[in-house]
């Protein structure tokens, strides 16, 4: 081969490997990235529309629980409610045979469209009774529910138990609707 042929070809071969560079850097890389960004766009949009068919199966189930955490709510007026929750914990400690020996209630508001009551109960009695208030706790359709629970003996021999438990309750403030 001449040197002229060879630097014509060497020169060929540059203009194309650098055209092959800026191909791949401008057009293959953008396009890439571009479809790896559209994949990943109709992965979320196809798990949404799932999702969404989900939903509309479980539309009337959702809608009878919803309905029923409405009607069980707890009251808008802050005294009423702490009655109602005072006086069912009265009949919850009446059914059971556990003593309650003290309550503290005090509300938390961190929504427009709800507020909770925390209610700290100190209760004594036997482990039957005790486990006895927690169950009719649990079973009760009103709003409540546990939050945490410590039972502690007060001594080796007695079979007195003391129960401090945390409750909450909700109140709905402006009720959601379709």
């Known amino acids: 081969m001449k040197i002229e042929n060879r630097q014509q070809f060497l020169i060929v071969l540059t203009i194309a490997l650098g055209a092959l560079l800026i191909g791949n850097s401008l057009i ?16 979320d949009l196809s798990d949404q529309v799932r999702d969404g068919k989900y939903l509309i199966q479980r539309e009337a189930g959702l809608r009878s629980r919803w309905s029923n955490m409405q009607a069980n709510a707890l009251p808008n007026n802050t005294s009423l409610a702490e009655m109602q929750v005072l006086r069912a914990v009265d009949n919850w400690s009446r059914s059971s045979g556990a003593e309650v020996t003290s309550i503290m209630p005090q509300w938390k508001n961190d929504s427009t469209n709800y507020m909770t009551l925390n209610c700290r109960v100190e209760a004594t009695g036997t482990l039957g009774s005790l486990s ?10 009103m709003a409540l529910k546990p939050d945490s629970v410590e039972l502690t003996a007060s001594s080796s021999a007695d079979q007195q138990l003391t129960l401090g438990l945390e409750i909450s309750g909700l109140t709905i403030l402006q009720p959601l609707t379709k």
């Open 28 to 43: 293959f890389g953008p396009l890439t990235n571009l479809w790896s960004a559209r994949s990943k766009e109709i992965k």
């Open 132 to 141: 006895q208030f927690l169950y009719s706790i649990e079973r009760d359709p």
